[in-house]
Structure formats: C-alpha cells, structure tokens
C-alpha cells in the first residue's frame, strides 16, 4: 500500500496524513 512505501520514507508525515483506522489497517496488512 502507499501508505507503507510512504512510511519507509516519512514515518510522522504518514501517521498525521493517514486516519488511525487506515493506518492500523497498514499495519495489520
């Protein structure tokens, strides 16, 4: 997901860009 490639990059941006729930759903993926 974007999300991931995005947050080997920019960690923070990701989490403040991302919802929680989008962001949980990355991680569980």
Not at 9 to 16: C, G, R, T
Request: hydrophobic share 35%.
């Amino acid at each position: 997901g974007w999300i991931e490639d995005y947050n080997e990059i920019h960690p923070h941006s990701a989490l403040k860009m991302a919802s929680p729930r989008q962001f949980i759903r990355a991680k569980s993926n």
